[in-house]
């Protein structure tokens, strides 16, 4: 899926877009998709300026962003039918090295199982195929009011 595809399955948009292109989608079961970090980024301003690192809370939003695509694709919705999902929990998030300007994070989720409407993933965000941030996501799909 490229960026046009993505704008159809996500709500979000600049500056909080943070997938830039899916790579694989089995739908009801898992997604790759990366991101490109970039020294432009808004967030690299105050974060740290002598040391620019992603903040490990939008690792975390990129691959719930991630769990958000699979589950418009696997529900056949789109958010402009009037749903989206949530992100209600996270469990297990731990991190394991610094994203800097440059890298490309290689964002993968697996959907694990459904509960009573909770979306359950794994997901897991690797630069350079080294493990930079895991968790487990929940997510929930709620109908809007407009």
């Known amino acids: ?3 046009h595809q993505i704008f159809q399955h996500l709500p979000h948009r600049y500056p909080f877009l943070l997938i830039d292109r899916v790579l694989d989608c089995v739908e009801g079961q898992s997604l790759v998709a990366i991101k490109n970090v970039t020294i432009n980024e808004p967030f690299f301003q105050g974060h740290f ?3 620019p690192i992603m903040p490990g809370v939008l690792i975390l939003e990129a ?3 991630a769990t958000g695509v699979l589950a418009f694709k696997s529900g056949q919705a789109k958010p402009e039918n009037g749903s989206l999902y949530y992100l209600v929990g ?4 731990r991190f ?3 994203v800097e300007p440059g890298d490309q994070l290689l964002i993968e989720v697996k959907l694990i199982r459904i509960l009573r409407g909770v979306w359950m993933y ?3 965000s690797k630069v350079d195929g080294k493990l930079a ?3 487990e996501l929940m997510c929930m799909k709620r109908e809007i009011i407009q």
């Open 1 to 3: 899926m490229d960026i």
């Open 49 to 51: 300026p002598h040391r």
């Open 63 to 65: 691959m719930a962003q």
């Open 90 to 93: 996270v469990d297990k998030a």
């Open 96 to 98: 394991k090295q610094p």
């Open 122 to 124: 794994e997901a897991t």
């Open 133 to 135: 941030a895991s968790a």
